[in-house]
């Protein structure tokens, strides 16, 4: 009982990132059609920025948290602008078309993989643990950190729940995943929200990047491994979807954490893998698909 | 089993939902050998769903459908393409990027399986001659007028060689010549192939003109079926779709 | 206009072969070998591409054509062409189970899942002990009498497979794929049943990506998990893309022009990724036609000078 629950409290906080992920896929899919394979190294380069600035804070005399908060902030910040960059030199010339919008991604990829190992070098590195000690509760424990690290997802999860739900950008953005040319029809200025989607998106992995920071080794290359599961948690929720992607980062969280418990990382991939070919036998759109 | 009495294509009762929309609903249809059979009606009355439903492309939430005596309710496009009905689309019915030969060359392709290759080109040269498209088969079909591609479009479809062909429009954006040669291909269509025509139009005097009975549809049900006289005098199509009467 | 076709492929054979011929040392001989089996996969990737798809599980099959052989050469004493047609059809078969299942889906989710099962066949390929585990496979030698000749040998199997690829592209099967790349509701409506054609032409296409593999795996003699990742996807695309979508002259030359590039590069010590990177990049935003789109252009205006001309004398 106290090992399910322990389980069911590891799927929750792996489940914090990979929601932050996947949220961003499925929001530029639903709004652009197109699927960015370097969704990751947004990502990739917030984290890279706080643990590398981190340190240089601490040493120049600012406590921890104020440290983090603002290297945090600033690897937000690069995301954002190299979503930005990503998005004017390339992706706005591809909208709806998926396969070359794909290709273009992919090529970032390569590039990015590239200039990340000149810039940061290919030494792993982590920044100390703000939160010190663990909580336990009903016999379950779970570090302070990896506890603020949920609380943060959750919080971000839920702004963004509100501005889609409640801000006209949000209503313009769900209208536009619905129906295009309709939107358009009712005044809504696509490449602006095309624009808006993109960013939000970003700063949404922005903030999975510079959440993971302290509770991860962090290399150039950290994306990879959130990219195959993001991208499957997309597929079972459905192209497009919120709460598909939700659900579908909470099956990859469910997967990865009793099976890598039970049989290991690497083969629960694996089965992650096979469960998901079996589930499109039977909903080829994932379960909340319009794509 | 319900009673098809000699028709080719028999709908009864069919309902389509989305959501809390009913799109069609309470639709008979029946399309007899030989004859050419109307869907007409208002914007967003139910032509295009009605259409889909009979052609496979959208499963009905409600009714039987029979194709060629077979139940077909629910089943897919292609399996109700083998039974012998064909359709076309209101746009972009065609592979742009194709040849007028390829496109009107894949129509054939089913039915002419095996190595037949020989009567599978002569099949699509004869459709394409039928069209007045002998001309143009090496032409992109992208590239033609748009007159031209309606052309091509009933082409692929007539190439299936259909017991029952469903045209979508097929006369919206011609001008009145092609339109007038158009109208003749459907009747030797229907006259000499032996193929029953059901046609969604906007073009009501063209459609009247052709059509042997006509189904008129408000809301997503029908209001009227019957001879285009008939149809004509109905005092419930003429308010709600014809407007004043002289306007025929 | 077929005939000048065939002869363009008649002349391009006899320069291939010629080619591996004459670059008889070891190292020229296995770039050789290298360019034919990235033309092939190239060939391979376009194929899909005629459906629409992007075949992303393209390395999953390379590798499961390469164990294969592997698996043929070292343990069960299978000879060199044998094991060559095995990898093809062992890759074939699981394609189309493979297939069956996802291009029902098509579009992003195809390509997705076949970046996720590039990732989990890697994994696979890396735990399993009869497979070498991480380690790979090595020892996968082609017969002793075949040594000098392999290079020449891959360039006449790739070059078999690309005019294959080619004429079953130019027939009317290349039509119906087609027809389902741009309009796969008349398609279907003319009674064509998509899946299955789908699934025939990802098939065909996984059948030479399994016979690449086997080549590959005879032509470094050894084999490792890590040498099938989603980045072999990636240069594949990088090579039908830069050499040119519209025909498959262009997956032939992208991928030429790219390996010779890239082991220039290598030279040098640049790095790899920013390479492909780079080269990718800049053919989807300035180059969308590729290097053959640019030949046909300039043959275009050849012509156009040349009938201006004539006209005018």
Known sequence: ?291 | MINTQGSLLSGRNLERRFGGLLAVSELDIDLYPGEILGLIGPNGAGKSTTFNILSGFYRPTGGELHVLGEACTGSSPTKISRRGLVRTFQHGSLMPSMTVRDNILLGTMHQLSGRRRRKRVSRAEETAEMLGLSNYLQEIAGTLPHGLQRLVSIGIAFATRPKILCLDEPLTGLNYTEASSALQVLEKIRSDFNCSILLVEHNMKAAMKICDRMVVLHHGKPIATGIPEDIRANDEVISIYLGKRDDT | MANYKIQSWIIFGVLAVLTSLYFSNLYAASIVSSVAIAALLAGSLRFVMLIGELNFAIAAFVGIGAYSAGVATTMLDISFFLAIILSGIVACIISVIFGSITLRSGGPYFLLIGFAFTEAMRIMFSKMEVLGKTSGMIGIFPPLWLDDWLSLSAVIICLILLFALYAIEKSQFGIILRSIRDNPDVTRTVGVNVLYWKVACFSVASFCAGVAGALQAFSNNVISPGDFSYLLAVFVLAYVKVGGESSIAGSILGAVFLVLLGEFALSMGAGEHIFYGSAIVIAVLFMREGIIGIVFSVIGRIRITRTAKESRA
């Open chain 1, 1 to 291: 009982m106290e090992l399910l629950l322990q389980l069911i409290v590891t799927t929750l906080q792996i489940s914090a990132v990979y929601i932050l992920f996947s949220l961003g896929l499925t929001l530029i899919f639903g709004v652009m059609q197109i699927v960015n394979f370097a969704h990751g190294h947004y990502f990739a380069i917030s984290a890279l920025i706080t643990v590398y600035f981190m340190p240089w804070l601490v040493a120049a005399g600012f406590p921890a948290a104020g440290a983090y908060i603002l290297s945090g902030a600033f690897g937000v910040l690069v995301a954002a602008l190299l979503g930005l960059a990503t998005y004017y030199f390339g992706f706005r010339y591809f909208q709806r078309d998926m396969v070359g919008s794909f290709i273009l991604s992919v090529g970032f990829v390569l590039l990015f993989d590239g200039l990340f190992l000149e810039l940061f070098g290919g030494a792993a590195r982590s920044v100390p643990s703000l939160v010190e000690g663990t909580v336990s509760a009903f016999g379950v424990y779970i570090t302070g950190q990896r506890l603020l690290l949920c609380a943060a997802a959750v919080s971000t999860a839920f702004i963004l729940y509100l501005i889609l739900m409640k801000t006209k950008l949000g209503l313009a953005l769900r209208a536009v995943s619905i129906d295009q040319e309709a939107a358009m029809l009712q005044g809504i200025p696509y490449n602006k929200i095309a624009l808006a989607g993109f960013m939000l998106a970003a700063v949404l992995a922005g903030i999975a990047g510079a959440l993971i920071a302290p509770v991860s080794i962090v290399t150039p290359a950290i994306g990879a491994d959130y990219i195959v599961k993001g991208f499957i948690a997309v597929i079972i929720g459905g192209l497009g979807s919120i709460p598909g992607a939700i659900v579908g980062a909470l099956f990859v969280a469910v997967i990865e954490a009793f099976g890598g418990y039970y049989y290991g990382a690497s083969t629960a991939t694996v089965a992650t893998f096979f469960l998901v070919i079996v589930f499109l036998l039977f909903r080829p759109k994932g379960l909340f698909g319009n794509g």
